[in-house]
């Protein structure tokens, strides 16, 4: 079935650790795809997205993500977190229409 | 920054009464959605809609959800007999959804539904 992938669902760290989240997804064709944070008590915000061109996006607070086409991928990364990273990641892809589907979340601890 | 809006954030009801969630969206997007995450599992896409009308709907969509835009503002999501496998967080979304350009939804705080 198609579907997004997202493991590790609960991740602890420390602050200054680099962190990154996996995605993989197995629809094929074009694809848009968005990593979401939700902090605490917040809703879901946009951290960056990848529609095309360079595969390598930057987004907000310091993350980035790489697309990788041949992996069906695009996972999450930040070099140095910090203990206001701690939230809830969800990474989403839009296929065809405009539905967005999403993986099941990380759930991201930094501990300070 | 705008913002999508949701009222109430949390709604509670007994079992086969109607409840209505309701969303402002950004106010210049033109399509909006309804997305749904029961506790533990994944956010899951209920609906869009567009001009009036449903533009595309999940399995999930089945004859107890209807969603609305009564006004210029208000974009609404009614479960006419709830059940208690409905409780979840409700989502609303938006976007500006030109033709032809990929987009960005945005999205509420979210209902918290609770069916006794």
């Known amino acids: ?112 | 920054e705008p913002e999508v809006t949701q009222t109430p954030s949390h709604q509670v009801t007994q079992m086969g009464q109607e409840v209505i969630l309701r969303c402002v969206p950004i106010s210049n997007h033109l399509y909006f959605y309804w997305y749904r995450q029961i506790l533990g599992q994944k956010v899951e896409f209920l609906v869009s809609f567009y001009n009036n009308e449903i533009s595309e709907k999940s399995e999930i969509f089945d004859d107890q959800f209807s969603v609305e835009r009564p006004d210029g503002s208000n974009f609404t999501l009614k479960i006419r007999s709830t059940k208690l496998e409905d409780s979840a967080m409700y989502f609303c979304a938006s976007s500006l959804q030109l033709a032809g350009v990929a987009d960005t939804q945005y999205f509420g705080p979210g209902t918290r539904l609770t069916v006794l």
């Open chain 1, 1 to 112: 079935a198609q579907s997004v992938s997202q493991h590790n669902h609960h991740v602890i760290l420390s602050e200054a650790a680099s962190l990154e989240l996996g995605c993989n997804y197995s629809y094929g064709g074009t694809v848009n795809l968005f990593w979401y944070v939700q902090y605490p008590g917040q809703h879901l915000q946009l951290l960056l997205k990848y529609f095309s061109g360079d595969p390598l996006v930057k987004g907000i607070k310091g993350f980035e993500a790489e697309f990788i086409k041949s992996k069906f991928s695009f996972n999450l990364r930040k070099p140095s977190v910090q203990w206001s990273d701690t939230a809830e990641y969800f990474c989403a892809v839009k296929h065809g229409n405009n539905r967005l589907a999403f993986g099941k979340g990380n759930q991201v601890v930094v501990i300070p």
